[in-house]
């Protein structure tokens, strides 16, 4: 086929993926090209998500689980719409992203759950009304201040939230997540749970300072 890393889009890539059975050595062949081309981001960002409760070995086997099931599934990612470059791997990172999780989530579903907020403290989290200068705020602008004082906090409460952060629900009135996931945390970070929920409180009303007292004119 003659296929050039270099050259191909990603969502090229996926198209050859998904006519597999008509091509299976053309749409494996695209794989491995899309397997060199993200597998470095889908590690990082799956180490610092799930690094704490499978380790480096098991994030490694994830990756593995994730690009096959990629595979499996490319006929269900919409590679048709017309966009550019970044635009084609921000949507295709995105997807194996989702991919990543549903694989976690899967491991854990219905297994006993615990809390990982404190639901009187959370409560009180509000964040400051904004100014009018606030409502006009790009959300680049929000999100690069977001990165940046996430990267002001400690080890300690970027592993906590982090590892919560992934569990979180934004419909459910109490967050929880699996027992054995909050414990390999508590083990990671040498904290206890109800440690967990207060360092977790902390790190939050942080980012919220950080990024409000940022706006403010």
Request: glycine share 4%.
């Amino acid at each position: 086929m003659g296929l050039s890393d270099a050259e191909i889009s990603d969502f090229e890539l996926v198209r050859r993926m998904a006519d597999q059975t008509r091509d299976f050595a053309s749409a494996r062949e695209a794989w491995g090209y899309l397997y060199i081309r993200h597998h470095r981001f889908l590690m990082r960002l799956s180490m610092a998500n799930h690094g704490y409760l499978l380790g480096r070995e098991g994030v490694k086997d994830l990756m593995q689980e994730a690009f096959m099931k990629a595979f499996d599934r490319a006929a269900t990612f919409n590679h048709t719409e017309i966009c550019d470059g970044p635009s084609q791997e921000k949507k295709l990172r995105a997807w194996l992203l989702r991919i990543v999780a549903n694989l976690v989530n899967d491991r854990y579903r219905g297994q006993p759950e615990a809390s990982f907020t404190d639901e009187l403290d959370e409560s009180s989290l509000v964040a400051d009304p904004p100014e009018p200068e606030d409502a006009e705020s790009p959300d680049s602008v929000r999100l690069d201040l977001l990165k940046s004082g996430f990267r002001s906090l400690s080890d300690v409460e970027q592993t906590i939230l982090r590892g919560t952060m992934f569990w979180w629900r934004a419909d459910q009135p109490h967050q929880r997540m699996p027992h054995a996931a909050l414990s390999q945390l508590c083990e990671q970070t040498g904290k206890s749970a109800a440690n967990i929920r207060q360092i977790r409180l902390r790190a939050v009303k942080k980012l919220q300072e950080y990024v409000n007292d940022r706006l403010r004119p």
